[in-house]
């Protein structure tokens, strides 16, 4: 007797921790008739949209219900040919709803679908969402991802683990919908009893190890697994939207084409697969042994309606049976040409005569530009008060349409038209973007319009690095600066930089607390460094300890200091190796009234570079890494670990423009992604500066400052010690299959927190800004700022104790 193929199936999609919709869909087919099951198998389909809200959306809902149609309609036995032709066709209609839609330009999604017939799976894939395979408790990946990391792995240029974590990791190569043709690639796989399929967008994929996953489906049912899946992905931060389906393969069917019995790789791809796996994509249909393919035009199969059969329905994932059917429509042969050829002819006149008119009467593209900048207009003035950053979108592609009219040739009623579409999108911008930046805590300053003063010695620009702040005189403080050429230099009144009289040794590290200025000397060229400390006393600056105190080179065994910063008397030197324990960093702590004793020390292991620090009482440190994140460390001679820092609520990023100063021509930059859960900033690029930290006490309340230099702001942030954090609650896997978020977590009362008070924003004022430092006299934020490749350097000060107050000078 034949085994027939027997499957138990689950599937769950959530929105994630850190996405406000769900933009993933998913669905699976299951013949109930016999001999459709045993002609076309099961399908299974997650699709990814992308292209933002609404778009996303639609262009995966497009893909499931296209593909899950179109490849029953198919009548031919090739499965691998009727699932690309499914898939094309959805790519077709995808790109075309997105041309018919301004709104909806460049939407797109991935596409992964599994159809298990017999003996045989066959999967195919668009984009990053991945098919895998556990079978005797190991797990493979099937698909291939088609995403700028994964080809660089598989040339050789990145590791696996470098491409998880790698900042191009969303980049996809390949989608459907973006282009009018797209490239589907298939693989197959000879099925066995107990084999599991999970089918996943990259929002399971990139936060669960494959090792996890492996676990997680050999322990659980498939109405399990998908639920603790899902957990694990918001475990794990949940960033995007998350989607599954897990099937189980109770007996495998014994019905497998001959042209698999001895499975051989065909095609371009480079997909590595075992001797029961064959790679079946971008081939010709005579290749699989298909002799009556449907037609194809153009790469689009013909999908019209086909008349229903009585005796054919499916099992659909939405829980409905839908009648399908495959017949054929035998032609009705003429013997006479006399018809036709009149019917052709009176059908060519209509044509003829429709396109004159049609070319007569049809809107001009000038007039079609106008209406579409009118209606994102009109939109986005209804959603200016509840939704301001969709206001803005909207407004940013009004902008660019009524842009493209730059030259064109315009009628006298356009050109009223677009004047009085400019106006409104000026006035409609101004009021959403004050909406935007209330609703953000931002600022813009008020200083937007002066120039910051440029600092300079004798007459000539230095080179600076970063700056400090000393209380001098009773009422006063004065700002010291680090150059480039190992001298630190003294700010007068006059706004001239004059050495200060701090040795001759080269300094490579300055810091200040207000009550002391710090240095790090290096003799030597990487070597004998030693730590100074000095007051303001009598009228001049007086070294705490004659010479400072060397830093042993067994302290920081090789390494080189990167950082040093202080608090109230309490010294931080950290270090780290550019070779041999890149992973690894030393933490010196020195006390100012004790600068000859020995330090305290500690080790923390880190995963990037560090780029600032900043101290605060009771030995808690934050530190800025490369890549943009902000942990927190308790000091202590254990080994020190570092913890990332909770935000109390989304951080929206704010738009750059000056709603005063803003008009239609105005460019506009768009914000990047929120700060959300954690504090992380964006990392550097080849236009931007590393970002910096500074901290200060206002009203007896610690507050930690952020430069973030790509979006040229500072935040200001409450900060709050461990156990005494209330983070907000996070959403996680509900209950009901294909529902949305739900759900709290307990609170973590051991990381430490923030809390955004303020954020100052200015494109002018706040870029390439190289230095900072808080002056406790004033409650000010003192910024060095300049070109990234200048001399110049400028300064700006911030009143952080105020929302209004900025000053461009000191």
Known sequence: MSKQLRLDVAQLTDVGRKRPHNEDNMAYVIPRDSQVMAKKGALFIVADGMGGHAAGEVASEIAVDTVSNVYYQDETDDIPLSLMNAIKRANALIHQRAAENMMRSGMGTTCVAAVLRGGVAYIANVGDSRAYIVRRGQAKQISQDHSWVEEQVRAGLLTKDQARSHAQRNVITRALGTQAEVEVDVFTELLEDGDTFVLCSDGLSGPVAEEDLRAIVNQYLPQESVYHLVERANENGGADNITTIVVRVQEAGDDIPSTLQHPVHVGGSSHVADESTAVLGRVPSSSLGVSTPPRVEDGRVNSRPLPPSTDQTFIS????????????????????????????????????????????????????????????????????ASKPDQALAGLTKAQQELHSLKDASLNPQQSEQLTSLQNNLTSEFKIALNNFNQRASAV????????????????????????????????????????????????????????????????????????????????????????????????????????????????????????????????????????????????????????????????????????????????????????????????????????????????????????????????????????????NIPPPTAQTRQSLLSVGMINNTAHLFVVDNTNHRVLNFVVKAPNSVTPAATPTASATPNSVGGG???????LPSASLEQQYVSANIISGVKGTAFDARTNHINLLAGATNSAATNQIVIDVSSTTACHSTP
Do not use: M
């Open 744 to 750: 709290v977590i307990a609170p973590d009362n051991n």
């Open 317 to 384: 994932s939405k829980g409905f049976t839908a009648p399908q059917a495959a017949v054929n429509v035998p032609k009705r042969k003429r013997n006479r040409l006399l018809l036709p050829t009149i019917v052709v002819t009176v059908l060519l006149i209509v044509a003829v005569a429709g396109a004159g008119v049609w070319y007569f009467l049809r809107p001009s593209t000038v007039q079609t530009t106008l209406n579409n900048a009118d209606a994102l207009i009109s939109q986005a003035k209804s959603n200016e």
């Open 444 to 679: 813009t300053l008020p200083c937007t319009n002066q120039a910051p003063v440029t600092l300079s010695a004798k007459g000539s620009e230095v080179q600076t690095s970063s700056l400090a702040i000393l209380q001098t005189d009773k009422g006063h403080t004065t700002n010291y600066i680090l150059g480039l050429d190992g001298l630190v230099y003294e700010v007068n009144d006059q706004h001239a930089l004059q050495k200060a009289p701090l040795g001759n040794d080269k300094i490579v590290l300055l810091a200040g607390d207000n009550q002391y200025l710090y240095t790090l000397t290096s003799a030597q060229a990487g070597a004998n460094y030693r730590l100074h400390a000095y007051k303001w006393q009598n009228g001049k600056l007086v070294e705490k300890v004659n010479n400072g105190t060397i830093i042993k080179p067994e302290l920081i065994a090789g390494q080189t200091p990167l950082l040093l910063t202080a608090w109230a008397g309490e010294v931080y030197v950290i270090s780290a190796s550019s070779q041999a324990n890149q992973n690894q960093a030393t933490l010196l702590n020195y006390n100012v009234d004790k600068l000859d004793k020995e330090p305290a020390t500690t080790q923390i292991s880190i995963s990037t570079g560090l780029v600032s620090a900043a101290a605060l009482p009771n030995g808690q440190l934050f530190l800025l890494h490369s890549d943009g994140q902000i942990k927190s460390l308790q000091f202590n001679t254990a080994k020190a670990l570092e913890s990332g820092v909770l935000v109390q609520q989304t951080i929206d990023t704010p738009w750059f423009q000056d709603a005063q100063t803003f008009n239609v021509a105005t460019p506009i930059a768009t914000p990047t992604t929120p700060i959300v859960k954690f504090l």
